[in-house]
């Protein structure tokens, strides 16, 4: 902790950085504990200490709360307090209370005289211009909020000018800088007219977009949107459409799916006077490319937003452009990128309906569907619940619920164990009415099978279905066609029949669990096969 001495000064800091956060944190709600905000400035001086300290978390979260006590000091203590506060750590020989500094400015700028704000302001510029990365770093991150506070014609004749050369830091090869550089030129952005923007700050933009660090670059996408909307729809036509395809085209993968997710959001905030202008020549041929890139995640972060494209492409240019690119990636090598196509079906659904959705999607995820690598039939029943949800009962019903039973039958135990978990989820989308005319019927039909395995597949099947069903439903249809099960000459069908019954038992009335469930267990307790027996017996102690 820190220890007060008569003098006021502090002896010694506590060495534990948990500790230090944690009494960090505790001082910035101290106000109503010291007699209120008239002694608000008691808590100024242990602050001042740990802002100074050399782990980080402990810096920050004292800046932070100096910067809530900040609003209770009055104006006169701002000023021959808490700024004198600020100005001390802004001189100060180790770069850790430098750094701390840089979060004060916009705290207590506004409520000082005009003489202490020509000060604040040259040592801000200080900071700026700091020899050390670590306090020019922190002068980027903190330059928006304090351009803010500042009056417009010092934000234009002092503030902007060090924005600009924070934004293009070279000194030792400072991306950091400038990367942070990218979101404070966001801010400042919006306090300017289109002018401005265009004479003073879009040269900075149109560098960033460039920079020959991709990190900067992967910045100033990962803000385009937040960029768009500061500028104004004049200077994203005329300057950021270009640099928006260019970053769509990036040399590296992680700009371009940074770039890749903000399409749709990027179309969409485009005056819809301008919007097919601006996409057909400049957006779609980029889209185009993306759909055929060799990294997965960039097809990913298409795949996500491009069916969001119908709307505003309206119908037309959906079905001569974008339906191509949504099928070859519904065919993707990859499941991410797949998925993200079926679970944005409903968006293109609205603009195409469901007939040109059934001419031309459709019969690609029925190909999926039945694709000889049992992998992708996998990921096709995993996406079928979500597909179920957007195209409706009556087109599901026609369209692919004899797929969906046809997995039952599959010849590989993952699919057949897939589709079952896959009726689930259907007849909790779809209701127990559907269930009972489409599902259930088939189901235990299964149960006289051939086949031994499509028999298992039955008792699967019912294990999952007993969950989303009523009791009611599970006695009348499904107890007497899982007994007849008992006598089956297959001893895996046999136990399994046993753990079933385990599973159904604590759901259903006692009268059907003494007069067919335990009767029926009893039988398989005597059977020949040591692991029916075992599976029997738990199966009678769970009933019991």
């Not at 709600?29 to 905000?37: A, E, H, S, T, V």
């Not at 740990?50 to 980080?56: F, G, I, P, R």
């Not at 803010?148 to 000194?171: S, T």
């Not at 096969?529 to 075992?534: A, C, E, G, L, Q």
Request: proline share 5%.
């Amino acid at each position: 902790a820190v220890v007060s001495t008569q003098s006021g000064h502090y002896a010694g800091i506590e060495d534990e950085d948990e500790v230090l956060w944690a009494l960090a944190e505790q001082l910035g709600n101290f106000i109503p504990l010291i007699g209120g905000p008239e002694y608000a400035s008691c808590l100024l001086p242990p602050l001042e200490n740990l802002a100074t300290v050399e782990e980080t978390v402990v810096r920050e979260k004292a800046t932070e709360s100096l910067r809530i006590i900040a609003t209770e000091h009055s104006p006169a203590d701002i000023e021959n307090k808490f700024a004198p506060l600020v100005k001390r750590l802004s001189q100060g020989d180790w770069f850790t209370s430098r750094t701390s500094a840089c979060g004060l400015y916009a705290a207590c700028y506004a409520n000082v005289s005009v003489a202490l704000k020509t000060e604040l302001r040259l040592m801000f510029k200080s900071l700026c211009t700091d020899d050390t990365p670590m306090v020019r770093r922190a002068a980027a991150s903190k330059i928006g909020e304090f351009a803010k506070v500042v009056e417009m014609e010092h934000l234009k004749a002092e503030i902007i000018p060090l924005f600009i050369a924070l934004a293009n830091d070279e000194q030792f090869s400072q991306d950091s800088v400038r990367l942070l550089a990218v979101e404070a030129g966001i801010t400042i952005a919006g306090l300017l007219n289109e002018s401005d923007i265009e004479t003073l700050l879009l040269p900075m933009f149109r560098s960033a977009a460039s920079d020959k660090s991709w990190r900067v670059r992967f910045m100033i996408a990962d803000k385009f949107i937040e960029l768009q909307k500061a500028v104004g729809p004049t200077i994203t036509k005329n300057h950021l459409v270009f640099h928006f395809t260019g970053l769509l085209k990036d040399v590296e993968a992680e700009v371009r799916a940074s770039a890749a997710n903000k399409i749709k959001d990027f179309c969409t905030n485009l005056p819809a006077d301008i919007q097919e202008a601006v996409m057909m020549p400049n957006v779609l041929p980029a889209v185009k490319e993306l759909v055929c890139d060799t990294n997965q995640h960039v097809k990913a972060a298409l795949a996500s937003v491009i069916m969001g494209l119908s709307p505003i492409m309206g119908k037309d240019n959906t079905i001569q452009h974008l339906l191509p690119l949504f099928l070859i990636l519904l065919k993707d090598e990859h499941s991410d990128v797949r998925l993200n196509i079926i679970s944005n079906l409903d968006s293109v659904n609205k603009v195409i309906g469901i007939h040109q959705l059934s001419q031309s999607l459709l019969p690609a995820i029925v190909e999926l569907a039945e694709d000889p690598k049992w992998r992708v039939r996998l990921a096709i029943i995993e996406h079928m619940p979500l597909l179920a949800e957007q195209l409706g009962v009556e087109f599901f019903d026609e369209k692919l619920n004899s797929l969906c039973m046809s997995w039952l039958v599959d010849g590989v135990f993952a699919i057949r164990w897939a589709a079952t978990s896959n009726l689930k989820k259907l007849v909790a989308i779809f209701g127990l009415e559907w269930a009972q005319n489409t599902v259930i019927t088939k189901v235990l039909s299964m149960a006289r099978d051939p086949n031994y395995l499509h028999r298992m597949t039955t008792l699967f099947a019912v294990n999952v279905l007993v969950d989303v069903c009523p009791p009611d439903v599970i006695t009348k249809f499904m107890v007497p066609v899982i007994s007849n099960l008992a006598n089956d000459p297959v001893p895996n069908v046999r136990f399994n029949v046993a753990k079933t019954m385990a599973k159904i038992a604590p759901g259903i009335d006692a009268t059907t669990i003494e007069t067919q469930v335990k009767p029926c267990l009893t039988r398989l307790n005597e059977d020949d096969d040591s692991d029916v027996k075992w599976f029997a017996q738990e199966a009678l102690i769970i009933c019991h």
